[in-house]
């Protein structure tokens, strides 16, 4: 299938008003109007790869995230609920998350590459593990695990 992931989600979004799915057709609007957002800001208006659409995805699932647990302690678990029906949505097109395990390896082999000794290089190391993690991990997650071994 030579579609890109813009297509997929366009083709899913006509798919899911067929099926009158509104919580699927209402994420796929948000996702799909995310990745129009970043298509015209900047310099020109251009056409995102498929990574670059994986990003705005994953920062859309991020958001619903951090809003169920928002709302979960607000006390409000109905629009938790919906956050949450939405990341769902979001993570049948993302890549699989890494474990923990699979993260320690690629932070070791960040910090091997880069020769780091110390806290001062945790950038390089960042770099080098966000590069071979791409999108399957959050970065807050690789922060923590780069400063875990780094001090330790």
């Known amino acids: 299938m030579t579609d890109t992931l813009k297509a997929t989600l366009q083709h899913d ?3 899911a008003m067929r099926a009158r799915e509104q919580v699927r057709v209402a994420t796929l609007r948000m996702v799909l109007t995310g990745i129009s957002n970043a298509e015209v800001s900047g310099e020109s208006a251009r056409e995102l790869s498929d990574d670059e659409t ?8 991020k958001k619903r995230k951090e809003s169920a647990t928002a709302y979960r302690d607000a006390g409000r678990p109905e629009l938790a609920e919906r956050e949450e029906a939405e990341l769902a949505v979001l993570e049948t097109y993302l890549p699989a998350q890494l474990g923990d395990d699979e993260l320690t390896a690629i932070v070791d082999r960040a910090i091997e590459q880069v020769g780091a000794t110390s806290m001062a290089q945790m950038g390089q190391v960042m770099k080098a593990a966000q590069a071979e993690a791409a999108g399957r991990a ?3 997650a690789i ?3 780069v400063k875990a071994r780094l001090a330790g």
């Not at 994986?54 to 699932?61: D, F, N, P």
């Open 13 to 15: 979004l006509h798919s």
């Open 143 to 145: 922060a923590a695990k």
């Open 54 to 61: 994986l990003k705005v995805m994953a920062k859309e699932a």
């Open 138 to 140: 959050d970065g807050g």
